[in-house]
């Protein structure tokens, strides 16, 4: 990890050469690095002329997922943790914060999770912006849940626009080509939204040209009127559901299924069938003021 030569010249060095040689005495050690998607993919073992070797690394990677319950059972936590910090006696749990669950009405823990990307750091900020919406009251209502949604939409589209800048420099002006559209769309209707990215480099002060003229050079090469759809759309489709902007659906009606959910579906649909449905995922569309009925083709 550390370079013994050439000769330690500051007290960085020394401290680093010290922890290494530390180390060696343990006999039984196991190092876990904990890395953010975006930056394992940033190291980019395939490109690099010499060592890196990426499936030396990926067969010793292991994917964290987060089920619905382990969300649920985290929230339970800090709301019993809150309900310690604030000394509510007695201690509130999440179901008695939250609106009643019946028959009528959707159930409000799993509204909230709908709306994230199933990871901690979204329920729990979803969740503390409903709490300040609700302050002053004796529980949350569903009026706060609603007018929560709409500056934690805000927030949400800002983090992923600074999750992906690197490498995806100017991503959420690729973003704002979905204001105002319908949250789920056809093939056909998706087809025009990816065209006006595709011509995002033409503008100088977009700052994303040469990740985003890459993606989208199929679109223009010689030819591309006899290509199939996803030859020409795949790259873009394939960044959008990875980061789960987008999500894959059979058919109007069919539930769309995202990247946490299942990382390989791009390639499981390769070709796309005209049917195919996208759908812009809940957590973003507040924020760029979407529509949720769906565009007549």
Same mark, same amino acid.
């Given at each position: 990890? *550390?370079?013994?030569?050439?000769?330690?010249?500051?007290? /960085?060095?020394?401290?680093?050469?010290?922890?290494?040689? &530390?180390?060696?005495?343990?006999?039984?050690?196991?190092?876990?690095?904990?890395?953010?998607?975006?930056?394992?993919?940033?190291?980019?073992?395939?490109?690099?002329?010499?060592?890196?070797?990426?499936?030396?690394?990926?067969?010793?990677?292991?994917?964290?997922?987060?089920?619905?319950? &382990?969300?649920?059972?985290?929230?339970?936590?800090?709301?019993?943790?809150?309900?310690?910090?604030?000394?509510?006696?007695?201690?509130?749990?999440?179901? /008695?914060?939250?609106?009643?669950?019946?028959?009528?009405?959707?159930?409000?823990?799993?509204? +909230?999770? #709908?709306?994230?990307?199933?990871?901690?750091?979204?329920?729990?900020?979803?969740?503390?912006?409903?709490? $300040?919406?609700?302050?002053?009251?004796? $529980?949350?209502?569903?009026?706060?849940?609603?007018? #929560?949604?709409?500056? *934690?939409?805000? &927030? $949400?589209?800002?983090?992923?626009?600074?999750?992906?800048?690197?490498?995806?420099?100017?991503?959420?002006?690729?973003?704002?080509?979905?204001?105002?559209?319908?949250?789920?769309?056809?093939?056909?209707? +998706?087809?025009?939204?990816?065209?006006?990215?595709?011509?995002?480099?033409?503008?100088?002060?977009?700052?994303?040209?040469?990740?985003?003229?890459?993606?989208? =050079?199929?679109?223009?090469?010689?030819?591309?009127?006899?290509?199939?759809?996803? =030859?020409?759309? %795949?790259?873009?489709?394939?960044?959008?559901?990875?980061?789960?902007?987008?999500?894959?659906?059979?058919?109007?009606?069919?539930?769309?299924?995202?990247?946490? /959910?299942?990382? %390989?579906?791009?390639?499981?649909? &390769?070709?796309?069938?005209?049917?195919? *449905?996208?759908?812009?995922?809940? #957590?973003?569309?507040?924020?760029?003021?979407?529509?949720?009925?769906?565009?007549?083709?």
């Amino acid at each position: 990890l *550390y370079s013994l030569s050439p000769p330690l010249a500051s007290p /960085e060095r020394t401290w680093a050469v010290t922890a290494v040689v &530390d180390l060696q005495q343990v006999k039984y050690l196991k190092i876990l690095v904990a890395l953010r998607t975006n930056i394992f993919q940033q190291l980019n073992y395939g490109n690099q002329i010499r060592g890196g070797q990426e499936e030396k690394f990926r067969g010793l990677a292991l994917e964290l997922r987060w089920t619905v319950n &382990d969300l649920r059972n985290l929230l339970d936590a800090r709301a019993e943790a809150a309900s310690c910090f604030y000394q509510i006696d007695p201690p509130k749990t999440l179901s /008695e914060m939250l609106p009643n669950v019946n028959k009528r009405a959707e159930n409000p823990t799993l509204h +909230i999770l #709908a709306r994230t990307l199933m990871r901690p750091r979204d329920a729990i900020l979803y969740l503390n912006y409903c709490v $300040r919406e609700a302050t002053g009251g004796e $529980r949350i209502t569903w009026e706060n849940i609603h007018r #929560a949604e709409k500056a *934690y939409s805000k &927030d $949400r589209l800002l983090a992923l626009r600074d999750e992906w800048k690197d490498p995806y420099l100017g991503i959420d002006k690729v973003f704002e080509v979905f204001q105002h559209k319908p949250v789920r769309l056809s093939r056909a209707e +998706i087809t025009a939204i990816f065209d006006d990215i595709a011509v995002l480099p033409a503008d100088k002060n977009f700052i994303g040209n040469q990740w985003l003229t890459n993606i989208c =050079e199929p679109i223009f090469t010689a030819g591309s009127a006899q290509k199939a759809w996803y =030859e020409m759309y %795949g790259r873009l489709v394939n960044l959008l559901y990875s980061i789960s902007f987008i999500g894959l659906a059979k058919g109007p009606n069919g539930r769309a299924l995202y990247s946490y /959910e299942d990382p %390989g579906l791009t390639h499981l649909m &390769d070709g796309l069938a005209e049917n195919a *449905y996208f759908e812009i995922h809940p #957590a973003f569309r507040q924020a760029l003021s979407m529509t949720e009925e769906l565009a007549l083709i």
